[in-house]
């Protein structure tokens, strides 16, 4: 089983609609399906902290990895709870982690995942150290 890294925090937690539309021919969730709600479950996370969009400064955050284990078949019908954690910080990088679990079985794993993103300059194309503002919300836990 998944172990997250020491240091990491449980900062947000986002439940998604499991829809009809996402099961595949084999009647369970298609693997894609899991990536795009460990995205949303990010982007819900990053707007959470008023990161919906940098392009006005010309910076922000880029994923540069990402990666998904499947441990059980999530069928529908039902919820899907992610947790999203957050790992230590670097000096322009973070490691996200996440955990997906029913909402009628929390405490079941069924996939595990995160990405790592990096904090850029846009028109550089070139990393640049997470701003301050930015490190003190990304560990702030949103959870309500």
Request: glycine share 10%; hydrophobic share 40%; charged share 20%.
């Amino acid at each position: 089983m998944f172990e997250r890294p020491a240091g990491s925090v449980l900062v947000f937690q986002l439940e998604i609609p499991i829809r009809w539309g996402d099961m595949d021919a084999m009647g369970h969730m298609n693997n894609t399906v899991y990536f795009r709600f460990l995205e949303q479950t990010r982007i819900s996370w990053f707007e959470s902290m008023g990161l919906r969009s940098h392009r006005a400064t010309g910076e922000g955050m880029i994923v540069v990895n990402a990666h998904c284990t499947f441990v059980r078949q999530i069928e529908y019908p039902g919820t899907v709870l992610c947790r999203h954690y957050v790992g230590p910080l670097g000096k322009s990088s973070f490691e996200t982690f996440a955990e997906m679990s029913r909402t009628d079985d929390p405490q079941t794993v069924y996939a595990y995942g995160g990405a790592k993103g990096i904090w850029v300059d846009y028109a550089a194309q070139k990393s640049r150290p997470l701003p301050d503002a930015v490190r003190e919300e990304m560990l702030r836990p949103r959870l309500g």
